[in-house]
């Protein structure tokens, strides 16, 4: 993250080293967390926890995306817009990476419009 978006994993709970969140430097909005879950949180099988990662979607891709088995509904986020990724999946890093830069850009500011 820091070579591409110029940004490193902030830790923001005291003592928890697992949950990591990536922000654009200046207007300070989130565009990735990176968190351990609790698998029976996330209606998953099996003990123990899993690691996710949310990011921003289009709406209509977090629709299509849950419907495969790495993806969820965002955990701890809005459901409609933010997708969680089950990091220990199948998932190919390219779509990740793919999928990280959207949310980057959909959490950009917005460009300012111009005054007629």
């Known amino acids: 993250m820091k070579k591409e978006y110029s940004v490193l994993p902030e830790y923001l709970f005291e003592g928890d080293f697992d949950t990591a969140v990536f922000r654009h430097n200046d207007t300070k909005k989130w565009f990735g967390i990176i968190m351990k879950v609790k698998r029976s949180t996330l ?32 955990y701890h986020m809005n459901k409609r817009l933010w997708v ?8 190919e890093d390219g779509e990740i990476f793919g999928l990280i830069e959207q949310s980057f850009q959909l959490t950009d500011k917005k460009p300012k419009k111009k005054k007629q």
């Open 43 to 74: 209606g998953i099988e099996g003990d123990g926890t899993a690691d996710v990662m949310n990011v921003k979607c289009d709406p209509l891709l977090v629709d299509i995306l849950v419907q495969r088995e790495s993806f969820l509904r965002a």
């Open 84 to 91: 969680s990724i089950l990091i220990d999946s199948d998932i």
